[in-house]
């Protein structure tokens, strides 16, 4: 038996429900400062920011044929994953993390969480910002393929590079 080590349990994901808005814009304004703003700078970082003020949390909140999952640990909310089925396409947004728990499996989890509500002969794809190297490396690891670059709409009419990446759900590495 292993001394001092602490047997950490897998956070619990669930369905957002509406009772978790102002948390989840809490978790997700500092989850995108964190994840975004040397690349994307300051201003825009808080114009992304500020659009969580919106009913929709800036469009987090998928509409019909979505799912938005968090995952939550001692009741607090220390991820976040939303998916939504958009023809062949399981289009995935605000996957993030708390710095806590990354490298720990819990992003996996979600995403096993995610794809089990599709058909495994659709197709997964995420937008990627170019220079969140650690989001790509996350994403290769379970089977994703770089199918190339893209401009993403981070606000209203402003873009910054991206890389659209995308696996089969049959193929992803969720082990």
């Given at each position: 038996?292993?001394?001092?080590s ?16 102002q ?22 970082t ?9 009913e ?63 058909p ?56």
């Amino acid at each position: 038996m292993a001394h001092g080590s602490a047997t950490t349990q897998m956070p619990l994901i669930t369905l957002f429900q509406e009772d978790d808005k102002q948390e989840l814009r809490d978790f997700l304004a500092s989850a995108w400062t964190q994840a975004h703003e040397d690349e994307l700078g300051t201003e825009l970082t808080k114009q992304l920011v500020a659009r969580l003020e919106s009913e929709d949390l800036g469009g987090v909140v998928p509409g019909e044929y979505g799912y938005l999952y968090l995952a939550k640990s001692e009741q607090k909310i220390v991820g976040s994953l939303a998916c939504a089925l958009r023809g062949e396409v399981v289009f995935i947004w605000a996957c993030y993390l708390a710095s806590d728990f990354q490298r720990k499996g819990l992003g996996r989890a979600l995403m096993k969480q995610a794809v089990s509500e599709f058909p495994e002969d659709k197709v997964a794809g995420i937008y990627v910002l170019e220079g969140n190297e650690e989001a790509k490396q996350f994403y290769q690891k379970l089977g994703f393929i770089d199918c190339g670059e893209a401009e993403f709409e981070v606000i209203a009419d402003t873009y910054t590079p991206a890389r659209v990446m995308q696996v089969r759900i049959a193929n992803l590495n969720l082990g």
